[in-house]
């Protein structure tokens, strides 16, 4: 199948996209103390150059003591800090990519660093990392307005700094997942509910927030799944209805862009239709929509964290979908972490030489 359909161009506000292809974000730790070094300004430069349409960073924490759980991961408030993300906009900017950094604040998850801990006490939203896991306190009212203030100076920033777009991360398993999902959130305030739209509170809030910073035309990405990385099998919404209602509060506070994170893209959300869940949010909101999950690859994420390697796969059905008008873009995570020209390769027609994605990628920046 031609794959010319993932070469449209695609606008949104003034964000001008020459392709469908986005990189996914993907945290890679190299960044010590939480400044990006030039080696990551080059790692995003030559995604640029292998002519990704739009990159979306690795998570970056946000000003809060515990936003990260890894002092590697690099950091979007502070003066060097940001100075470092200057230098990485410039560099993809010189090379003719756009870019967005991720906004990310890991809530109730424990660093698995032995020697290193936070600046400060988690944050969460009920003081669980997981259902019946009790872990450090609920956040005060203080924290939850001091949170929200947080993801606003860092998207004020971000545009300051000449990057294109923001995506929020309110996905797999992090502090605004752990609002949205009665697992984590149990609170009795305005931030938690019996109901999704309820808890949906704490982002809206955040969507609302970084609006005001950022101005009416800039544009807000928000990343959202119904999986966690506590319990791959949850399901926040289990029918169109509940997403609708969970959905509609986002997009009313001002997301532009939703990004639906999936494992396996083409895996249908609810039974009786084979849409899948960026179909559904864009099907449902109409606003536009970015898929993800396996795009290009045999094997999923997680299973590769473990060592599984995946081979190169069919682009066909994602193509298909593309065509249909079923989401707007397409996140590829893995396959462009290992090979930076990979969308090359798949406008030049070279499915030969395409990549398995190994393991060992994720111990280099090439
Ligand atoms: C090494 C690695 C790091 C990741 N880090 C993040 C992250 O910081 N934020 C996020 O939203 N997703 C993260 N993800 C998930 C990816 O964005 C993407 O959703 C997932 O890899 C599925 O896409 P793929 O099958 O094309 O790899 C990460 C994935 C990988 C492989």
Redesign the pocket.
């Known amino acids: 199948m031609s794959p010319d359909v993932l070469f449209r161009p695609f606008q949104l506000k003034g964000l001008r996209l020459p392709n469908r292809v986005v990189m996914?974000?993907?945290?890679?730790s190299f960044s010590p103390g939480g400044v990006a070094t030039g080696d990551v300004a080059q790692y995003y430069r030559r995604r640029a150059e292998g002519q990704v349409g739009f990159i979306i960073s690795?998570?970056t924490g946000v000003d809060r003591p515990a936003s990260l759980n890894d002092p590697n991961v690099p950091r979007f408030h502070g003066e060097k800090e940001l100075a470092a993300w200057g230098r990485v906009i410039d560099q993809v900017h010189a090379a003719g990519g756009l870019m967005a950094p991720?906004l990310?604040h890991v809530g109730g998850i424990r660093t698995r660093d032995p020697i290193w801990s936070p600046a400060g006490a988690y944050d969460s939203p009920s003081g669980l990392s997981r259902p019946g896991k009790p872990f450090g306190d609920p956040m005060s009212d203080v924290d939850v307005a001091d949170a929200i203030r947080a993801f606003a100076d860092a998207a004020l920033a971000a545009k300051t700094l000449g990057f294109d777009a923001v995506e929020l991360?309110g996905?797999?398993g992090y502090l605004i997942d752990q609002f949205f999902w009665d697992g984590t959130n149990q609170r009795e305030d305005a931030y938690g509910a019996r109901h999704l739209p309820g808890r949906a509170r704490f982002a809206a809030d955040i969507v609302r927030a970084v609006r005001n910073a950022v101005g009416p035309d800039y544009p807000i990405v928000l990343?959202i799944s119904q999986w966690k990385q506590q319990d791959f099998a949850v399901k926040l919404a289990d029918t169109p209805q509940a997403l609708e209602a969970w959905l509609k509060p986002l997009v009313d506070a001002g997301t532009d862009i939703l990004h639906c994170?999936q494992?396996r893209f083409w895996e249908p959300e609810f039974e009786g239709s084979d849409l899948n869940f960026a179909g559904w949010a864009k099907k449902l909101t109409g606003v536009p929509t970015i898929t993800?999950?396996?795009?290009?690859?045999t094997g999923?994420?997680v299973a590769?964290?473990g060592g599984e390697s995946s081979r190169p796969a069919s682009l066909d059905e994602l193509i298909r979908r593309l065509d249909r008008d079923e989401f707007d873009l397409v996140?590829?995570?893995?396959?462009?972490?290992q090979d930076p020209q990979w969308l090359v390769k798949i406008r030049d027609g070279r499915s030969d030489d395409l990549l398995p994605?190994e393991k060992s990628a994720?111990a280099t920046l090439s």
């Not at 993800?292 to 690859?297: E, F, H, M, R, T």
């Open positions: 996914a974000p993907m945290t890679r690795e998570g991720q990310w991360h996905a797999h990343r994170s494992r993800v999950g396996s795009v290009g690859l999923e994420f590769a964290f996140a590829v995570g893995r396959a462009l972490l994605f994720l």
